[in-house]
């Protein structure tokens, strides 16, 4: 059943009203009739509707009844990614969205090879919420992750100094993330943070470690940037949160 999100606004008591470019979709793409099934999420939660008629700016849906189980996790994972270059993030954004993660956060570090002005950054954020809302509805997600804009290490680390962070590092060789994992009681949230294509520089070790981060390693082979962040995610979420859970 196709899933489509839709902001609280868009409602009027049984019904449901869909805008945008999903209007377009559901006619010209998907070939959708009335009475025919979709699933709408609003405000976290899901909805299998039916559709009560087709306009040229807008699909009205007959609300059926209120999905009773989330489809979200229970831990809140916040992704704290290096730029990567070339279209790396937008693979790093759809995968982790699979995953459950809960927002994005890309950060420039001192190794970062992209640098983005303010004029590429809008376009960039307008693409990574459309790859991120695609990968929701495809994953069945209940809430749509938040991007938030770009920012440098330093300022990423602003009031995180009580929150569960873990850094893999390809200088660790003591403690391994299974480990680590393994020793924590229950949590509902942790920050992940990822280097870039030539890793963190010490001081930028030093600083998270400073506000209490865990440097762990991911075992004896080194993982590119774009696949450390959904190994990372995919272990934590196995582990702490409700992947393998029915």
Not at 14 to 30: C, F, P, S, Y
Not at 43 to 66: A, M, T
Not at 77 to 105: D, N, R
Not at 181 to 209: A, T, Y
Request: glycine share 6%.
């Amino acid at each position: 059943m196709h899933r489509f999100f839709i902001k609280s606004a868009q409602n009027q008591s049984e019904q449901l009203i869909i805008t945008g470019q999903d209007v377009k979709h559901i006619k010209n793409v998907l070939r959708m009739k009335l009475d025919d099934k979709i699933e709408i999420v609003k405000d976290g939660n899901s909805y299998v509707c039916s559709i009560h008629s087709i306009e040229n700016d807008k699909v009205i849906v007959k609300i059926l009844f209120k999905n009773d189980k989330s489809n979200e996790s229970p831990l809140k994972i916040h992704l704290y990614q290096s730029l990567p270059k070339s279209t790396k993030m937008e693979t790093i954004l759809q995968k982790c969205t699979e995953l459950g993660v809960f927002s994005f956060h890309p950060i420039i570090t001192e190794r970062s090879i992209v640098k983005i002005d303010e004029k590429k950054e809008i376009k960039k954020l307008e693409r990574w919420e459309s790859i991120v809302l695609e990968a929701a509805k495809q994953s069945k997600r209940d809430l749509l992750p938040e991007i938030h804009p770009i920012q440098r290490f330093k300022e990423a680390l602003n009031g995180l100094e009580n929150k569960l962070i873990i850094v893999p590092y390809e200088l660790e060789n003591n403690f391994g993330i299974k480990d680590f994992l393994q020793s924590i009681n229950i949590i509902d949230e942790v920050c992940v943070f990822i280097g870039p294509e030539g890793g963190f520089e010490e001081e930028e070790i030093d600083d998270l470690v400073e506000i209490g981060a865990q440097i762990v390693s991911l075992g004896p082979r080194i993982l590119r940037t774009e696949t450390a962040g959904f190994i990372t995610c995919g272990v934590v979420q196995y582990e702490l949160g409700d992947i393998g859970v029915i």
